[in-house]
């Protein structure tokens, strides 16, 4: 396992590196540059603050000089927001987002799960149906549609939940709600079909035969087996609800990463690209190694190699 243990991690290092390449690349081919959009900014002036911010030099040198900070912890200094480094921008909105995903991700996981259960345990009743109904929808409609239907009627029409930041719990409920929908959905259809193949298993009809009730034989005995392509699925969903968080806060005004993400990207605030992309990568990249690992720890069947 160890073996596998820094396999894995030596990938995970190669795809940041590759991440980094990638995004550096592309930003800096896209036209334009950061400085475009300040008001009666004279040719000196301009060359002046690339000097400062070191984008006069060639573009390797560039990049080189980036990844040597970045390997000392120094994401630089962030351009559009004058006296503020990326680090502290991000560590400052990260919880934020954090917070929003993690518990946006705990609900799907909670909801999907037992809605999959209760959908295989009555496999072609009308229960079932409801269930494979709510989550077809939750997969074909897009999230921003699902923020906005959530902050017109019941933030703007109907006055029931407040619609701008997370200064409260009721602030949660909508960006939550809209941002947990469609995992809840996928988790629930994986769930479904995870659990009627485990429930066709020889253990389970020796459970069904000795007597064991529904309850136990769900809980005691097919969730074990059924969960793990849950855990397959978790890797993703974290990126998803990452990713997908930028437009939720951007529609509930939400002070995390994500707006800020969104306003880098606008302001060509380059600095602050490369910093937001390359941390949101080194955590995702390594949830998924975390994953791969609980799989194991899951189900001491599973090899790693």
Known sequence: ?????????????????????????LMNMIPGGPFLSEKAVSP???????????LDKPLYVQ?????????????????????????????????????LAGISILLALIMGVTMGSVAALNRGKWADSLLMVISTMGIAVPG?????????????????????????????????????????????RLMRSSMLDALNQDYIRTAKAKGVSKFSMLFKH??????????????PLLAYTMTGSFV????????GLGREFI?????????????????????????????????????PRIKLK
Do not use: W
């Open 1 to 25: 396992m160890t073996n596998y243990v820094i396999k894995r991690i030596a990938y995970a290092l190669l795809t940041i590196f590759l991440i980094s390449v990638i995004t550096f690349a």
């Open 248 to 255: 939720v806060e951007k529609i509930f005004t939400i002070p």
């Open 44 to 54: 000196e002036t301009t060359q002046a603050l690339k000097v400062k911010y070191g």
């Open 222 to 235: 097919a969730l074990k087996n059924a969960i793990i392509p849950i855990i397959t699925y978790v890797g």
């Open 263 to 299: 306003n880098c990207i606008t302001g060509r605030d380059y600095p602050m690209v490369m910093s937001t992309t390359l941390f949101l990568a080194i955590l995702l990249v390594f949830m998924n190694v975390i994953v791969d690992i609980c799989y194991k720890l899951v189900d």
């Open 144 to 188: 921003f549609v699902v923020a906005s239907f959530l902050l017109i009627t019941f933030g703007v029409n109907l006055h029931m939940l407040p619609t701008l930041g997370l200064k409260t719990p009721l602030h949660y409920i909508m960006p939550v709600a809209a941002l947990s929908f469609y995992p809840t959905a996928y988790i629930t």
């Open 63 to 99: 990049y080189g000089n980036y990844m040597s900070n970045l390997l000392h912890g120094d994401f630089g200094l962030s351009i559009k927001q004058k006296g503020r480094t990326a680090n502290d921008i991000i560590f400052s909105t990260f919880p934020v987002s954090a917070r």
